[in-house]
């Protein structure tokens, strides 16, 4: 049974007016200063929005998207190009995703990378003089979106993670607090809706650009009663050397996979190579080599992805030529296609004031039950942000003359006050979690029995998590909350794995290895203490956008 909307939409300790710390107040609150945050921050604006955005790092810099190339799923609106790129990856991911959103997301990427270029993003430009559009380098495009969100006029909070959302008497989201990690200074913005934009979940693997996207957002708006939809597909592994945290895998199609005696291992480099290198990483270690490349292909890949080469060249190792071992890191949602459930066009979630964009949301209605490293989750951050920054500014401005009611913090665990004395040992807990999540035979292939056997773990984690003493230190705070997060993510992944008894998209289970027609829907999942888990039909109507946000 889930958790009533008065359990967690209105608790009891009302925001002080003794508060200390830095007091802001704005028309929209983005939280995440990744290209989804920073894509609503600037169309917030243009909507005449104040505007303030708080990054858990430093804007520009953090997150997945900004310290490497990533592809842009932009199409073309000619001929049928769009009709066979939404046809490309409708059956792997599952027949889930839906026509209206693809064409939704393929128009809107379009014109905000014709934005980007007007903008001066330095595009490649082809021998005919073309540019080439259909990839961004992540710190230019970062750089430049930062610099835009600041032209906007929108205030940027660096370095301040968010602890928890505010609601109001209504339960509707108003704000958010959180604390300065370089200062230790807390903060409060009052605000009229909030976008979380705080990206995915991986867990602590130690992927590239990864190391903040730790499932914060979703445990806020779950505080707040937001739903979840598809967290079953959350177990997305990248590719990359062992020895780095690099999982760009593109220029893995050259490569040859051998074992540690040099013999090849076949099917590894194949269409479903990954599941081939999974199960033989569980018995012994795996070598890579990118020796299918030639002379042409090895020099566009040192221009193309540039930090793919740096951990070779530290260690003195020609990838094309030498061996080197190969691991895979869980992303789990940064490249699932889990996330917020959005009910609406301007990705408003199921709570009043609460808007969901990037990998903080869904994906699943433009690729189903399965996605990779950028090209649909980039043309997502890119169209969501857009539609979420206009949706928040419109209903802000929509309740401008609402009398100011009292605030209530959203916050549980680590924040609210308990009668227990016992700290959080958040390094226990993150370790924990990881025993569950990581492993190939738990989380890669799943079954009834490994499911059941983890929840049971990660049930007790999150008892001991509410029964925990609230944090004493901003410091441990944010690591209580990034704790707490992961294990909510977890539970939800496979509470909803549970109810999916087939295998579709990304979520395999060994005991129901074929896909079943008649679980052709999405499961949407949300509570705290209790998670549930309901239905809901794929949409097949058409839908007219609501929100027509124009730029500056």
Aim: with cysteine.
């Amino acid at each position: 049974m889930s958790e009533t909307h008065a359990q967690v939409r209105k608790p009891a300790n009302a925001v002080s007016d003794a508060f200390v710390g830095k007091r802001l107040e704005a028309d929209v609150l983005v939280i995440g200063g990744g290209p989804a945050g920073t894509w609503a921050a600037i169309s917030a604006a243009a909507n005449g929005a104040r505007v303030v955005l708080a990054d858990k790092g430093y804007c520009g810099t953090s997150g997945a998207t900004a310290p490497s190339g990533t592809a842009v799923w932009y199409v073309p609106p000619t001929g049928d190009a769009r009709e066979r790129a939404k046809a490309s990856r409708f059956e792997m991911g599952g027949q889930l995703a839906e026509s209206v959103w693809m064409d939704r997301v393929l128009e809107q990427t379009w014109t905000n990378v014709q934005q980007l270029a007007q903008w001066g993003y330095p595009f490649p430009v082809d021998e005919f003089g073309e540019e080439q559009r259909t990839s961004v380098q992540g710190p230019e495009y970062m750089r430049l979106m930062r610099k835009r969100v600041k032209e906007a006029g929108a205030r940027i909070l660096d370095h301040s993670p968010a602890l928890e959302l505010l609601v109001n008497d209504d339960g509707a989201v108003a704000g958010a607090a959180g604390v300065n990690r370089q200062t230790g200074e807390t903060w409060l913005v009052r605000a009229g809706a909030v976008v979380i934009a705080t990206g995915g979940c991986a867990f602590l693997s130690r992927a590239l650009g990864c190391n903040v996207l730790t499932g914060d957002g979703q445990l806020m708006a779950a505080e707040a009663g937001a739903e979840l939809s598809g967290m079953e597909f959350s177990n997305a592994y990248g590719l990359g050397p062992a020895f780095a945290s690099v999982t760009k895998s593109m220029f893995y199609k050259w490569a040859t996979f051998y074992d540690e005696d040099g013999v090849k291992i076949d099917g590894a480099g194949s269409a479903r190579g990954r599941g081939v290198i999974a199960r033989e990483l569980q018995t012994r270690k795996v070598f890579g080599c990118l020796d299918l490349a030639d002379e042409q292909i090895r020099a566009w890949m040192r221009t193309a992805q540039p930090n793919f080469f740096l951990p070779f060249d530290r260690l003195g190792i020609d990838p094309f030529t030498q061996h080197f071992p190969v691991t895979l890191r869980l992303e789990g949602t940064v490249r699932g296609t889990g996330g917020l459930n959005v009910t609406g066009n301007d990705c408003a979630t199921s709570v009043a004031g609460l808007y969901a964009a990037g990998d903080a949301a869904t994906r699943e209605l433009i690729c189903g039950g399965f996605t990779g490293g950028g090209s649909h989750n980039a043309a997502w951050a890119m169209s969501s942000g857009f539609w979420a920054g206009a949706g928040a500014a419109g209903h802000a401005r929509a309740n401008r003359d609402v009398t100011p009611s009292t605030l209530y913090h959203a916050g549980t665990v680590a924040l609210a006050s308990t009668s227990a004395h016992a700290p959080i040992d958040s390094e226990h807990i993150v370790k924990a979690v990881q025993d569950e999540v990581f492993p190939y035979e738990r989380n890669w292939w799943r079954s009834a029995d490994g499911l059941e056997d983890s929840l049971g773990r990660l049930d007790t984690l999150w008892a001991q998590l509410r029964a925990s003493a609230p944090a004493q230190t901003a410091a441990e705070a944010v690591r209580a909350r990034e704790a707490a997060a992961m294990v909510a993510t977890a539970r939800w992944m496979y509470r909803s794995a549970q109810q999916r008894t087939e295998t579709r998209g990304m979520h395999r289970r060994v005991d129901y290895a074929a896909t079943d027609d008649s679980q052709h829907h999405r499961l949407i999942s949300g509570g705290l203490d209790d998670i549930w888990v309901r239905r809901q039909a794929v949409k097949s109507a058409v839908l007219t956008p609501e929100n027509d946000g124009v730029f500056a």
